[in-house]
């Protein structure tokens, strides 16, 4: 399970799941899109990896040895399987008034003005820095990748980092071309099937967390 393999396609699977929903970044996303073209995607996307760069470091350099113990990682690999279980599930349910959501966002008036995030960058960062599902994914999914990362050392960290930012990376670039070329996002049809199979996904990693979790619980006991 802490293959290198494993830990960029499933990071990069659960990163997309989160991106594809709509959110204030999204938003952001098609603001900037409307104003600054395709670089608006990548250039938000580089405000939220530098964030979250350093809540790798912070967690990996000066909680490493804590994440690794089986008392921490059981009931981080069972609340990160809960969660990653709920929202899929979540997901899946309600793709058809998502995907709308979002295509119905993509559609909209943007406000003339942006006096929080002026800059691409900037966005990325601070409204992924207020984003209370942010703060909650890092505190259980964020961290028992992390734990799971730390068993291949550096190799594993780069492996779990990269998976996940190159999901944002897909993703905003995407809809900041599609913006930027006058196109819709994605067809509804498509977009509500991809919710779907990406929330069938993330149930069966977070059944699978849960189970190694549960597993190294006992022990930890």
Do not use: K, Q
Request: charged content about 10%; aromatic content about 8%.
């Amino acid at each position: 399970m802490n293959s290198l393999g494993f830990l960029f396609g499933t990071s990069f699977l659960v990163g997309l799941s989160g991106a594809l929903m709509p959110g204030p970044v999204l938003t952001a996303t098609i603001a900037h899109a409307l104003r600054r073209g395709f670089r608006a995607g990548p250039a938000i996307v580089l405000g939220h990896a530098i964030l979250e760069l350093a809540v790798l470091a912070a967690v990996a350099f000066g909680l490493g040895a804590w994440l690794a113990r089986p008392a921490v990682m059981g009931p981080l690999g069972l609340a990160g399987g809960v969660l990653l279980t709920a929202m899929g599930a979540h997901m899946a349910l309600t793709a058809p008034a998502a995907a709308d959501r979002a295509l119905a966002e993509a559609g909209a008036a943007v406000p003339a003005t942006l006096p929080v995030w002026r800059t691409p960058a900037a966005a990325g960062f601070l409204l992924s820095l207020s984003n209370p599902y942010w703060l909650l994914w890092w505190c259980t999914i964020g961290l028992n990748y992390t734990a799971l990362a730390l068993r291949r050392g550096p190799a594993g960290l780069a492996a779990f980092y990269t998976g996940h930012i190159s999901s944002d990376l897909v993703w905003y670039s995407a809809v900041a071309a599609a913006v930027a070329a006058g196109r819709r996002v994605c067809p509804p049809a498509a977009y509500r099937n991809v919710l779907r199979l990406c929330g069938l996904a993330l149930v069966a990693i977070g059944a699978r967390f849960g189970a190694e979790g549960l597993a190294l619980t006992p022990r930890a006991i």
